[in-house]
């Protein structure tokens, strides 16, 4: 039951956001100078998607669209498009948390994939609809394609360090019920 006290959850919001801002600094550091041929992975959106599946009570929309507003003004990317698309994937994975209580972490990362690849694919199709200048399609699909092998990374290190653990039966009963 400690697991699913008002205490616990909003500490757990705060985490959220404090672990966000940890990423968004460490990605702003100019530690290279140079212009890179790889695009690293967007570890916002893996550990947004972990912890919408894992523990969807922990990030609600609200917190997860101003992070990645935040984002998008700090990374110089159109703001509010990939907040949207990030607080919508996250919401469709969310009514799916339950069906992947019981299921295996591959059909959990088959959905994530297939999630950022419409996430990316919308914003690529929005952006050019708008004639917005964008990263090259490889830099895209590499990103995409190493967010998506990143996902195991964020998905242990949320369960390891952090102790967000999928609910169990009897949790969501609790929570529910509340």
């Known amino acids: 039951m400690a697991n699913t006290s008002p205490a616990r959850i909003w500490t757990m919001r705060a985490a959220f956001a404090a672990l966000a801002l940890l990423i968004m600094f460490f990605h702003l550091l100019p530690l290279e100078t140079e212009p890179r041929f790889w695009a690293p992975p967007d570890l916002l959106l893996a550990l947004a ?11 609600p929309a609200l917190s997860i669209g101003l992070v990645m507003l935040l984002a998008d003004l700090l990374f110089h990317r159109p703001p509010g498009l990939l907040a949207l698309l990030t607080v919508l994937g996250c919401g469709f994975l969310k009514g799916r948390a339950a069906p992947h209580r019981e299921s295996t972490f591959a059909s959990e990362w088959l959905s994530v994939a297939l999630v950022l690849t419409g996430i990316a694919t919308l914003n690529r199709l929005i952006l050019t609809l708008f004639g917005v200048a964008q990263a090259q399609l490889s830099l895209t699909v590499i990103q995409v394609v190493m967010t998506i092998a990143a996902y195991p990374l964020a998905v242990w290190a949320s369960q390891s360090i952090l102790g967000v653990r999928k ?7 609790a929570l529910v019920s509340r």
Not at 50 to 55: K, N, P, T
Not at 167 to 173: G, M, N
């Open 49 to 59: 998607m972990a912890w919408s599946l894992r523990r969807p009570d922990y990030v």
């Open 167 to 173: 609910l169990s039966p009897s949790e969501a009963e």
